[in-house]
């Protein structure tokens, strides 16, 4: 079993600043398990995707002064957040192994007082609950969900690009299922399990986000998926928001609880629905808390 450290805590923007009570349940599953953790001044990661295609230097500058943050402290990073896992995780890696961008990009941060140094690590919050140890995990549950039966959706940023993000196997990742299986859950077998949710081509064109978004459900809930496990923001907003488009769009009717990790975690730990914010989901998860006796 691994050390318990202290972290400093990444949360990103879209938790803070429009699901933040994913925040709230992480901040009570890590208190639980003894997993310190501090807050710190941190900009946007940025964005791995939109903002790194149109300005790769920028993207390296701006997720370099989070790290350098970091640093001075001397604290490895969690994140909460798959896009900012993997932007901090790519911009410590490219910094790293590449000592001209490096000085580059020191150049640009001497501008705020900051210097990347590459003296730390970050790591995706999966990874610091798995490290923990299962059998730890087990000994704080106090409502098992024995029955239920989960799809796990671990999405895209979490595992690539596998030879720098090194989280699990990008084929069949397997810790995301082994933590959901601590609380009593079991996740079933589907087919689209480590196909994408949607989010990202919704930016550009809403149809086939929605077909997409359809299809993973379809293929879940045929599997018997009762409910989905998620550790990304994006992909959480995708499910929980979106259910009525996708049905629309595939001719179906879609409502299926959504919850992060973190959630789970928290329901199985004894905390009461009310403390978590779960009455701000979009998918109401009314009949799924009534299953259990949840109050």
């Not at 989070?66 to 932007?87: D, H, M, R, W």
């Not at 590449?98 to 705020?112: A, G, P, R, T, Y």
């Not at 879940?220 to 998926?225: E, F, K, L, S, W």
């Not at 629309?248 to 004894?270: C, H, K, R, V, W």
Request: net charge negative.
């Amino acid at each position: 079993m691994a050390k318990v450290e202290e972290y400093k805590m990444f949360q990103g923007c879209t938790i803070g600043n429009r699901i933040p009570f994913i925040e709230a349940s992480a901040r009570k599953v890590f208190d639980t398990l003894g997993i310190k953790t501090t807050d710190a001044p941190f900009a946007c990661c940025p964005d791995p995707v939109g903002f790194h295609a149109v300005d790769h230097t920028s993207w390296l500058a701006m997720g370099a002064r989070n790290l350098a943050i970091a640093e001075e402290e001397g604290k490895n990073i969690v994140s909460l957040c798959n896009g900012c896992f993997q932007t901090l995780k790519a911009v410590n890696h490219e910094l790293k192994h590449d000592d001209h961008e490096k000085e580059k990009i020191n150049e640009i941060l001497k501008s705020v007082k900051k210097e990347f140094k590459g003296s730390v690590n970050v790591k995706h919050f999966v990874e610091v609950l798995h490290d923990l140890g299962v059998e730890k995990i087990k000994e704080h549950v106090k409502h098992e969900f024995s029955g239920l039966k989960v799809a796990c959706h671990t999405g895209c940023h979490y595992n690539r690009p596998s030879e720098i993000m090194q989280t699990d196997d990008p084929m069949e990742p397997v810790k995301l299922r082994e933590l959901v299986a601590a609380t009593g859950a079991t996740p079933i077998d589907y087919t689209e399990e480590m196909l994408c949710c949607g989010s990202g081509v919704g930016n550009a064109e809403e149809e086939p986000s929605m077909q997409v978004l359809a299809n993973k459900f379809n293929s879940a809930i045929n599997a018997g998926a009762e409910a989905f496990i998620v550790i990304c923001p994006a992909c959480f907003q995708q499910m929980d928001t979106n259910q009525k488009k996708a049905g629309t769009q595939s001719n179906n009717t879609f409502d299926i609880p959504i919850l992060y990790l973190t959630e789970l975690f928290a329901l199985a730990f004894g905390y009461p629905p009310d403390e978590l914010g779960l009455k701000f989901h979009r998918a109401r998860l009314t009949s799924f808390l009534e299953k259990f006796d949840l109050k």
